[in-house]
């Protein structure tokens, strides 16, 4: 007969959506018995998650703070053809090594780690060992669903952290570097600065397709640091793929009868334009820990049914984005929002845009040729 576990709440999948809600819960709810199953052997992954510090709210900041590994209060820049800003909001980073350390320690043996999961259901999860956890309930945070039923442009990059010979030079994030010669979209460069030698170099596109050539890209990052004067070896790599949704059908991505739970991008949560999931992580893992494990399919399900509705505007945004202008000249629409007020920037990656933002964000002259913007914003979505 197979091992049996039994818990109140088993969380399937360690990365920062799962691993938020565990940490939440054992914080807020220590008497639920959960346990957090991770296929890898570390939970995390391989990632840097970075966030503004308007993106979660003060009350919620204990949630992630302690898995913080970079924090610059002088706040981060961005670059363009002809025109750069720096701008004072604060920038932070967790890297999925201080995520993983935290977790460990909080959860103990509550983690289950290089765990490959069979077969999800509402209140038990088949192991491939064949093992099963009972659960009173279970949360399907295993990344992304069926992408099919969405439409999608793509947020793709490599990033490499170099150790350098001599300082870089760079005292605060830059967010985008988009002097750099524009392939496969919109392409910029994402800088952070770890200490005064070492810096993480992000080659980031805004593409059609999902596809990455790693080696292409990675020859891109070197020419890069080589042009900035930046010798030195490379201590760390990670690359990643992310939607940028712009229509699709809600219903069929998780369907009405699912009668699992789930959280993160498996349940769409993440700001549609930007692919950007952390502040929605926050807020949802919380949201969880204070309500009741009953029915916990259709408390998470029309969480994410409203998250999909006031994510709209920017799914129109990306229509815009994709539909309207051409591949190498949607730099110029990005160049257009950073000109724009503070706040409003840091509402917008929040995905807490006011009524006044988004008419803002879309008055003016527009960046791409009106007509094409025009049959952009008419075609219904699907």
């Given amino acids: ?36 199953v991770e296929q890898g052997e570390r939970p995390g992954g391989n990632h840097v998650w970075s966030f503004f510090d308007g993106d979660v709210a003060p009350a919620d900041r204990w949630l992630i703070d302690p898995m913080i590994a970079h924090r610059w209060p002088q706040g981060h820049g961005v670059r363009f053809p002809g025109y750069a800003r720096e701008l004072e909001t604060p920038y932070n980073s967790v890297t999925s090594d201080r995520f993983a350390a935290v977790l460990e320690r909080t ?16 209140d038990r999860v088949t192991l491939a060992d064949g093992r099963v956890i009972r659960a009173g309930a279970v949360i399907d945070a295993r990344g992304a669903g069926d992408l ?49 030698h070492t810096i993480f170099i992000e080659d980031t596109y805004y593409s059609d397709g999902p596809e990455l050539d790693v080696a292409a890209i ?7 640091a080589r042009a900035k ?20 059908d809600f219903d069929r991505y998780w369907p009405k009868g699912d009668e699992v739970a789930r959280a993160g ?21 919380i949201r969880i ?32 984005l994709f539909g309207a202008a051409a591949p190498d000249q949607r730099w110029r629409i990005f160049q257009r929002f ?30 791409v040729p009106i007509r094409d913007a025009m049959r952009t914003l008419w075609n219904p979505p699907a």
């Fill in 289 to 320: 820990a204070n309500a009741a494990l009953d029915d916990l399919p259709g408390k998470t399900r029309a969480h994410a049914v409203a998250h999909w509705r006031r994510g709209g505007y920017y799914r129109l945004l990306g229509r815009m």
């Fill in 229 to 248: 004067g930046w010798h030195g070896a490379v201590v760390h790599r990670e690359q990643g793929v992310l939607p940028v949704v712009h229509g699709g």
């Fill in 107 to 122: 959860l103990g043996d509550r983690l289950m780690t290089a765990a490959s999961v069979a077969a999800v259901a509402r």
């Fill in 338 to 367: 950073y000109r724009l007020s503070p706040p409003l920037i840091q509402r917008f990656y929040a995905g807490q845009s006011s009524i006044a933002d988004r008419i803002r964000i879309l008055c003016g002259k527009p960046p």
């Fill in 265 to 285: 991008v498996r349940a769409g949560m993440f700001q549609p334009m930007t692919g950007y999931s952390l502040p929605d992580a926050v807020r949802f893992a």
């Fill in 218 to 224: 990675d020859a891109r990052i070197a020419d890069y």
């Fill in 148 to 196: 099919s039923a969405l439409r999608c442009g793509w947020q793709k990059f490599v990033g490499h952290t170099l150790k350098l010979d001599a300082p870089h030079g760079i005292d605060r994030p830059v967010i985008m570097d988009a002097g750099v010669e524009q392939i496969d979209g919109y392409r910029f460069v994402y800088l952070l600065p770890w200490d005064a």
């Fill in 1 to 36: 007969m197979a091992d049996i576990l039994d818990c109140d709440l088993a969380i399937v999948g360690g990365g920062l959506a799962g691993g938020l809600i565990a940490l939440a819960f054992a914080r807020l709810r220590p008497e639920v018995q959960l346990l957090l």
